[in-house]
């Protein structure tokens, strides 16, 4: 399973874009990308998958590159309840099978007013 | 409303004790986890389920079992040969078909064991 390195905390104020990066050097030919946003004491929440290129929803973008070793998740105009743990998951397609399903530490985004 | 539950939110146990966290989910998803997540840390795979009666070890199976006989739930039952089972513990489930990798979880259940 691809291991994932994201910056452990990012502070931002309101309004501003936020862009978080993940690093996953050995990701596989058949691993997707998704992120996940955690509020304390709460389950994670999905935010968004890729495979490559660029993947846009309602709250966020998702940016791929053409080497995939590497992935950045944009938030648009943060608020302050945007406030939460991020984490980035890379594993292979669902049914494959996979021993080992981890989430990083993930990064710690502050905002600010 | 569709979604996951988990009970009891809170559970104390002495050290010793098998205890069973519950997951249910009307969500009629195919697969279904278990996570643990300790302080500061991220989640990491305990068990796994991708059909009733079948589920597969995580990456920290030690000390924990499962059991899938209905699709709706997916219990896990923190032995007593779990060495530092004090953890906050979080169910998920997906439906499992390909390129779906969202997970929808539970709202956890936080374990302290003296």
């Known amino acids: 399973l691809a291991k994932t390195t994201q910056p452990i905390s990012m502070d931002s104020y309101e309004g501003q874009e936020v862009n978080i990066t993940c690093s996953h050097n050995?990701?596989?030919?058949?691993?997707?990308i998704t992120w996940y946003q955690q509020f304390p004491s709460q389950g994670p929440r999905f935010i968004i998958q890729?495979?490559?290129t660029k993947v846009t929803n309602e709250v966020a973008s998702l940016f791929i590159p053409a080497d995939r070793k590497s992935s950045t998740l944009s938030l648009p105009r943060v608020s302050l309840s945007d406030t939460a743990v991020y984490y980035c998951?890379?594993?292979?397609?669902?049914?494959?099978?996979?021993?080992?399903?981890?989430f990083g530490k993930g990064t710690m985004l502050l905002v600010s007013p | 409303d569709g979604g996951i539950t988990q009970s009891p939110k809170y559970l104390f146990r002495k050290e010793g004790q098998n205890v069973t966290l519950s997951c249910e989910q009307n969500?009629?998803?195919?697969?279904m986890y278990w996570y643990r997540q300790d302080p500061g840390q991220g989640l990491r795979l305990i068990y796994y389920?991708?059909?009733?009666?079948?589920?597969q070890k995580g990456d920290i199976a030690e000390g924990y079992s499962v059991s899938r006989e209905k699709k709706e739930s997916f219990p896990l039952t923190v032995t007593s040969a779990q060495k530092n089972p004090t953890a906050f513990y979080l169910c998920?489930?997906?439906?499992?078909?390909?390129?779906?990798?969202?997970?929808?979880f539970g709202p956890g259940t936080r374990l302290t064991v003296t």
């Open positions: 998920a489930s997906s439906t499992g078909l390909a390129g779906d990798y969202e997970q929808y």
């Open positions: 050995n990701i596989a030919t058949n691993d997707y």
């Open positions: 890729g495979y490559k």
């Open positions: 998951l890379v594993a292979p397609p669902w049914r494959t099978g996979y021993s080992t399903l981890t």
């Open positions: 969500l009629n998803h195919d697969a």
């Open positions: 389920s991708q059909i009733v009666n079948d589920f």
